[in-house]
């Protein structure tokens, strides 16, 4: 197993590039094979969840290639199966944007029903309920969701929640159906842009993404194409308070600022310095931060996914923050893991009361989820003394050589095998 060490103290200074948005690729790769043509896609990033998607697609049949550790060539002309296995979707959830693209190519898709996860329930019933609207007949047996019908055929559909999962399955099956499918109380996320984007440059006909309402005038057929993906707003976003929170003063580049709004807005709240380049954010120092209440909405609200990293920065601010989760209903695990390090945070229900220490100290930890972990390697940096970090297969789910991009600031951080790490502690011992 291997664990991330944190040497923590170090001030960050310098200049981190943001890499591909996860959740933009988890969906547009998928998208890919509504085309029975090849799609070159840049700026891909490189992390495990990806790895797991394409391994799903190769297994459909569908050629994929690296032209380069970024860009991807897909080749979707010969597909021998419409069936995803749950070896596949146990490891990613966003596999069920197959159900979406095989039903929209093929007029049928098998995949396996997800289950739960670590931050709470995950229905699929606004899922299940936009393929009916289009004219599928949709099934659960055997752990398995079939979706099947002879033609798609545009519809209304409102969504009862704000679902991006939702939001996309349903464009991925709509735009090759006959007529014009409306999406209401559709997701507005920057990577729902990217996918709708990705689709109208392969010949589709979608308006209004990024608003509540989604039109999607079916076309015949869709064509290749070649497309970049826009930078990932969550690793921007964790960068941000990588500096913060070491008191340091961090550039990250190769991010789009209006992603940003939210994060910035409330960073700017606490007192942090923050610097809009053109593709860019630089934060500083300028005055004692201070204490913050922080919702989580859908965007343009503040993300769900920046929440563990924010409030083990507000961990250490001094007086008394609030946090409420109002996306998902389970997602302070890692608060136990914070307070290992000496932090003071209580849950009650959907909100985390925060009292801020002065002071983390490093311990060994486990990352429960994916930005949970991120929150830990945060914690880590600010804390004194070593922190260990365990999971960090939940990491490397959507960071890019987190290390190395921490290291280029100045962290003291690395990453080794628990074995290892027992030698190091004995040498120094
Ligand atoms: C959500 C986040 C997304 C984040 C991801 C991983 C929002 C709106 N979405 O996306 O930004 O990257 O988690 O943390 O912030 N729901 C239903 N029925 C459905 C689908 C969803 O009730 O069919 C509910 C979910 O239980 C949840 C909410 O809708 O409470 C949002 O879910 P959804 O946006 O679909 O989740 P993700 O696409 O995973």
């Known amino acids: ?73 897909i080749d979707a002309r010969k597909i021998n199966t419409i069936r995803v296995n749950y070896e596949h979707i146990n490891k990613i959830r966003a596999s069920y944007y197959l159900l979406g693209a095989l039903l929209g190519r093929f007029n049928e898709a098998e995949v396996a029903l997800p289950g739960g996860c670590n931050i709470g329930n995950r229905p699929i019933d606004q899922h299940i309920k936009g393929f009916e609207a289009l004219g599928a007949e949709v099934s659960i047996e055997h752990g398995m969701i079939n979706a099947k019908t002879d033609k798609l055929v545009g519809s209304n559909i409102y969504l009862d929640v704000v ?76 960068y941000m308070v990588a ?96 307070n290992r390090m000496g932090a003071n945070i209580k849950v009650e229900g959907s909100t985390a009361f925060i009292t801020g220490v002065n002071g983390l100290t490093g311990a060994e930890v486990t990352s429960t989820d994916l930005r949970a972990g991120a929150a830990l390697v945060l914690a880590g940096l600010a804390a004194e003394g070593q922190t260990v970090i365990n999971h960090t297969d939940y990491i490397d789910r959507g960071y890019e050589h987190i290390e190395i991009k921490l290291q280029k600031l100045g962290a003291n951080i690395y990453r080794a095998t628990a074995a290892e790490n027992k030698k190091e502690l004995f040498k120094v011992m």
């Open 243 to 338: 500096g913060v929170i070491t008191g340091g003063d961090v550039t990250v580049t190769n991010l789009i600022p209006k992603h940003m709004e939210a994060i910035s807005a409330k960073l700017k709240e606490m007192g942090v310095g923050i610097e809009e380049l053109d593709e860019g954010i630089r934060v500083f120092m300028k005055e004692p931060l201070k204490s913050l209440h922080v919702k989580t909405l859908p965007y343009p609200g503040f993300p769900t996914d920046m929440q563990p990293q924010i409030t083990a920065l507000l961990a250490t601010i001094k007086g008394t923050s609030l946090m409420t989760e109002g996306v998902w209903e389970n997602r302070f695990q890692y608060t136990d893991e914070l």
């Open 1 to 73: 197993m291997e664990q991330l060490i944190i040497n923590g103290g170090k001030r960050l200074n310098g200049t981190v590039s943001v890499s591909g948005a996860k959740n933009a690729a988890l969906a547009i790769i998928p998208a890919s094979i509504l085309c029975k043509d090849v799609c070159i896609i840049e700026n891909v990033p490189c992390v495990n969840d990806i790895s797991v998607l394409l391994d799903a697609m190769i297994e459909l049949g569908v050629k994929v290639n690296y032209i380069d550790e970024h860009t991807i060539r």
């Open 163 to 238: 679902s991006v999962g939702a939001t996309i399955n349903i464009v991925l099956a709509a735009v090759l159906a006959e007529g014009l499918t409306v999406i209401e109380n559709a997701a507005k996320e920057p990577h729902i842009v990217d996918v709708a984007n990705f689709l109208n440059s392969m010949g589709a006909d979608i308006k209004g993404s990024g608003t509540d309402t989604i039109k999607i005038h079916g076309v015949k057929k869709l064509h290749g194409t070649q497309y970049m993906m826009i930078p990932d707003q969550i690793e921007a976003g964790t």
